[in-house]
């Protein structure tokens, strides 16, 4: 007997809809454990397998950053040990190109958010933004700069892994704009020398909206 791919489909999608797990255009098939959460700019974002611990850390840090940085979210994943997810052993979070920000569970750390939240709007906006950023930082990318060695803030850039990219490198500025805040510690940015590659940066984040007002104000004093 024939069965048509429209009927097991339709078959499938009863099954997961009845044990809890619901699709739309944004939200894969059964992902796990579904609730909402809605942000400080009433922006609701999806969130799977998270624990209390861990949605009350991703409330907080998702609560720090902008409209335009929650808007791009599509969804937030816990990701098990057992899961075969993560291609790289070391990685402890990511967000794919379809901004599905996904995190291992065993290694979070809150600030991982903000972090992979950068990477959701970088794949939001423009490639024009892109090229915007790496016209400030100059020819401090890839491998022949990607070194432990050197002492850090040092060219623009805050850590040894912003050298990796500027996809890698606005996402370091944004988690260490908002860990600084929420830790009320600015040491990272008290070690700046003087650069005004430094200053351009966060006069981009404001523009692009990686960051509001009160967060740009809180940086702005400490560059030179």
């Not at 044990?19 to 609701?44: M, Q, Y």
């Not at 805050?158 to 370091?172: C, G, K, P, Q, T």
């Not at 020398?193 to 430094?198: A, H, I, L, N, S």
Request: net charge neutral; proline share 4%.
């Amino acid at each position: 007997m024939r069965v048509s791919l429209r009927f097991f489909i339709f078959v499938f999608a009863c099954f997961c809809v009845g044990s809890g797990c619901a699709s739309t255009t944004k939200d894969p098939l059964c992902f796990g454990n579904r609730e909402i959460i809605t942000t400080n700019h009433g922006v609701k974002i999806p969130l799977y397998n998270a624990n209390p611990e861990e949605r009350y850390w991703v409330e907080k840090h998702i609560a720090m950053m902008t409209e335009k940085t929650q808007r791009s979210i599509t969804l937030i994943r816990f990701v098990g040990k057992d899961e075969k997810h993560f291609k790289v052993d070391a990685e402890a979070a990511h967000c794919e190109d379809n901004r599905h920000i996904c995190i291992r569970s065993e290694r979070f750390r809150p600030i991982d958010v903000n972090h992979e939240a950068a990477h959701a709007l970088t794949y939001d906006l423009p490639s024009t933004s892109l090229r915007e950023w790496e016209a400030i930082a100059g020819e401090v990318y890839g491998d022949n700069h990607y070194q432990f060695g050197h002492f850090y803030p040092i060219n623009g850039l805050l850590d040894h892994y912003a050298s990796r990219s500027a996809w890698e490198d606005i996402a370091i500025w944004v988690g260490s704009i908002y860990s600084a805040i929420s830790n009320d510690y600015y040491g990272i940015f008290r070690r700046i020398e003087k650069d005004p590659r430094y200053l351009r940066k966060l006069d981009f984040l404001l523009k692009w909206e990686y960051i509001d007002q009160t967060a740009y104000d809180k940086i702005k004093p400490l560059l030179r």
